[in-house]
């Protein structure tokens, strides 16, 4: 069985392979049952070492990225009125199906939360709240609000239940290397950046403020504030 890397710390391996009474990181206590300690383990490799970890994770990871495609064609398809009409049962089925499927991700991911290197000395409360707050369980919480706001039937303004689904695309940073690069490389490099657009802005300013001066009564209607 392949080892994977752990998306999270980066190391390399698995997580302790549990047995019968196998104590969980924070945990005082043994597992209440050996097979629900297998289980985790098992949804740890699947959904986090993914493709890295075992032929049926690489499967796990093909349908998520197919339903996160899925997800937004659909969004832009809702947007077509006849479409819309002709189809409204068929795209509300598939709505619901992709909803389900990224919640219990999603929950599954919280409860797998632990086994993470970083987190395997903490609480499982605490493992799974520092969890949440990682970009990637951001996305993924965002990509559930949709379907969870309108099982609620909480009032939402159109425009933004379609950006909430449409960031559901952000999900497929988790699968692409190059896209996790990218977005380790901006959070590492969050600070300067802040500061360059904090510059942008202010020769931005300076500058309209300038055009302003010289010409606002010259061109009163093009200049006027």
Known sequence: MATGRDPLSGEVGDPPRPAPGWPHSGEDSPAPAGRVARLRWRLYRWLELGS????????????????????VALVALETVPSLASEWDDTFALAELVIGTTFLAEYLARLWVANLHPPYRKDTPLMARLRY?????????LLAVLPF?????????????????RLARFFKLARYSPALRSL?????????????????????????????????????PQAFGT
């Open 148 to 164: 969870v706001l309108g099982i609620l039937l909480v009032p939402t303004d159109f425009k933004v239940m379609v950006i909430l």
């Open 132 to 140: 949440a707050l990682q970009p990637a369980a951001i996305v993924d």
């Open 52 to 71: 890295a970890g075992d032929p049926p994770g690489r499967w796990f990871d093909r349908l998520l990225i197919a339903l996160v495609l899925a997800a």
């Open 183 to 219: 977005t380790n490389a901006l959070l590492s490099e969050r600070h300067a950046i802040g500061a360059s657009l904090i510059i942008i802005f202010g020769v931005v300013m300076l500058a309209a403020t300038a055009m302003y001066m010289v010409e606002r009564h010259v061109q």
